[in-house]
């Protein structure tokens, strides 16, 4: 009797594990899903000012990266919103002399406790990252990716209306 | 007094047929496979709760440690949740797998519990480390300045505390009373322990279903607690009116409680089948007593028999007629309700007798199927037998006895002159493989009777057994 609870229950669980595991598909290790949030973009920009995030998904950061320093007009440009699986993420840069002076993040990942815990990791490096840059090409922080891509976009959006 | 002769039953009705005792057992050990099963599906789900909510990401051995303590803490949570099910005392459960074996099911998760919920603080400091680029301090320091987080592991540290007050060897070092409190103390664990589930992973997301089936599982579980161990116990109490009627004594050491009642019959407790007592005078109250009841109940009066082994039970013996009695149960399934033949053999050592007592007039079985075996160590501990010898002769059932030391061989939960006679299980009762056996005395002695009884060819699903080291 025994054996057949042990049977039965590992089959059991095991069944309904697979259709958990069927239910949120999971990402292969790589990359790849990263730029599925670019398809949101400008959807949920509400608060975006008057970026027009027109950028696709397939536009690389190396596109921006020949503009040089003094590249950029002199002001202060709000990102749009970039949604992510753990929260939304827009910044401000704030452009003086032609140089990005600094990046202020106005929101990141945050849907949970670990995400509030991720970014607060993660927003000086990729700031250190933007300014050494002074771009959008930013690298991705280990175990933030999805911070950083979000990140990434939204610095890119900015950056866009600064040119 | 009229009030200590009990009814005999007369046996009007045809004896249960064996084909309607054997389904009967089928349908019992069916429903505990299930039971079984879901407790392992109930796993399962804690899995594929995490699995749906999110893509598990394994793209570093950060995160796949990180992985390992999420999929250890659910499992672990989960297993904890069923450990309260288990104590709940919720009847299907009673009835299905009985008291003792709910409480060893529960006893026995505790430390695997305790296992998964410290790996997955562990993996996860390591894990979340190993991705942030920090070190493991400076990871459990910034995990702990999270106020969620800080109450878990305030929960974790106060399960650790009840497993280790659990331990067999610490526990004896404990009273009663305090290992309770410790457990009880559980409970606040489980609930503190909460918050950071909800909040730190994104998998139990408002709005999302696996947050209601996790918080179903919580209220449930804290439900059948509430309902179960509490609130039909009180409503019981208050119904039925239990007071003491009589204290008799038995033997030096050992009394008998005359419970007087009223409508008891509503209980349907079955002899064999044991209630918690509380005695509620001033020296008794803060106790609860786990006896088997000494005589089939009747609609008003119901008797338990108890021998002093503690200090509580002990004061028993003094306690004044008509003293309030609040109770809970009845628990267990060592009665006719778990049968799986017609024929019945039947072993009780010293106080052991009393469940056997009740079990026996309550029984439905043919002349000459049911064979006794009691046993004590010298004529002073024949507590009942009078009684016992008295349904046998009524009834037509052999019961033997066997007083004296103890004897060292394979049959030595006999005593040495009947071991040396090459009295065994196989001779008394020659039926055996056959037979249902229902054994109650001390647990040493019980392991003796069950290992001579399977080596004379019981089938472990026909032998019950009922605790008695309480």
């Given at each position: 009797m025994r054996r057949r609870v042990v049977i039965g229950g590992i089959l059991a669980g095991a069944a309904v594990i697979v259709v958990g595991w069927e239910a949120g598909e999971v990402t292969p290790p790589s990359h790849q899903a990263l730029s599925s949030p670019a398809g949101h973009t400008g959807a949920d920009?509400?608060?975006?000012?008057?970026?027009?995030?027109?950028?696709?998904?397939?536009?690389?950061p190396a596109d921006t990266?020949?503009?040089?320093?003094?590249a950029y007009r002199d002001g202060t440009y709000t990102g749009s919103t970039i949604s992510t699986r753990f929260g939304n993420v827009q910044v401000r840069v704030q452009v003086s002399g032609g140089d990005i002076a600094a990046v202020t993040p106005l929101r990141l990942t945050d849907r949970d406790r670990r995400s509030v815990m991720i970014s607060q990791h993660a927003a000086p490096l990729l700031q250190q990252e933007a300014l050494a840059a002074q771009s959008a090409s930013v690298d991705a922080i280990s175990g933030a990716t999805y911070t950083s891509e979000g990140y990434r976009q939204s610095l890119q959006a900015a950056l866009d209306q600064a040119q | 007094m009229e009030t200590s002769t009990l009814q005999r039953p007369v046996p009007a009705r045809r004896p249960v047929s064996e084909w309607r005792l054997q389904i009967g057992h089928r349908r019992r050990l069916a429903r505990a496979d299930l039971l079984g099963v879901a407790a392992w599906v109930s796993a399962g789900m804690a899995i594929a709760l995490w699995l749906a909510a999110a893509p598990v990401r394994l793209a570093s051995p950060g995160d796949v440690i990180t992985a390992a303590g999420i999929a250890a803490g659910m499992i672990g949570t989960d297993l904890i949740l069923v450990m309260i099910v288990l104590a709940a005392r919720i009847p299907v459960i009673e009835r299905t797998i009985g008291h003792d074996a709910a409480m060893t099911v529960h006893g026995s998760l505790g430390k695997p519990a305790l296992y998964l919920l410290l790996a997955h603080a562990g993996l996860l400091v390591v894990g979340y480390a190993a991705t942030d680029g920090s070190s493991w301090l400076a990871e459990t320091i910034s995990l702990l300045t999270v106020s969620d987080v800080l109450l878990a592991t305030l929960g974790l540290l106060g399960i650790a505390a009840v497993v280790i007050t659990s331990i067999v060897a610490v526990r004896a070092l404990l009273p009663y009373e305090a290992w309770y409190l410790i457990h009880l103390g559980s409970y606040v664990a489980v609930w503190i322990a909460l918050p950071h589930q909800l909040s730190m992973g994104g998998m139990l997301a408002q709005g999302s279903w696996q947050r209601v089936y996790w918080l179903a599982l919580y209220v449930g579980g804290f439900g059948a607690i509430v309902w179960f161990r509490f609130a039909v116990p009180l409503v019981r109490s208050i119904r039925h009116r239990v007071v003491v009627e009589r204290v008799q004594q038995v033997a030096p050491g050992v009394v008998s409680l005359w419970l007087r009642g009223r409508n008891l019959n509503e209980l349907q407790a079955r002899g064999g089948q044991f209630f918690i007592w509380r005695f509620w005078s001033g020296s008794t109250w803060w106790h609860g007593h786990p006896l088997s009841l000494s005589a089939a109940p009747t609609p008003t009066h119901a008797r338990v028999t108890v021998r002093a082994l503690g200090h509580g039970s002990r004061r028993l013996a003094s306690l004044r007629r008509g003293t309030r009695v609040s109770f809970a149960g009845p628990y267990g399934i060592f009665s006719d309700q778990a049968r799986s033949r017609s024929r019945i053999a039947v072993a009780a050592s010293g106080i052991g007798v009393t469940p056997i007592r009740a079990f026996l007039e309550n029984l439905d079985a043919a002349p000459g199927a049911v064979t006794i075996l009691l046993r004590a160590r010298s004529e002073r501990e024949t507590y009942l037998w009078d009684e016992i010898l008295a349904w046998a002769r009524d009834t037509g059932a052999a019961c033997y006895t066997s007083v004296g030391r103890r004897g060292a061989g394979s049959a030595a939960w006999l005593s040495a002159t009947d071991e040396a006679r090459g009295v065994s299980a196989a001779t008394i009762w020659p039926d055996l493989a056959a037979s249902d056996l229902y054994v109650c005395g001390p647990a040493g002695w019980a392991d003796c009777v069950e290992a001579d009884a399977r080596r004379a060819g019981l089938h472990p699903e026909q032998l019950h057994r009922e605790r008695f080291d309480w």
């Open positions: 920009g509400s608060s975006a000012t008057g970026s027009s995030a027109t950028r696709s998904a397939g536009s690389s990266a020949q503009s040089a320093s003094g | -």
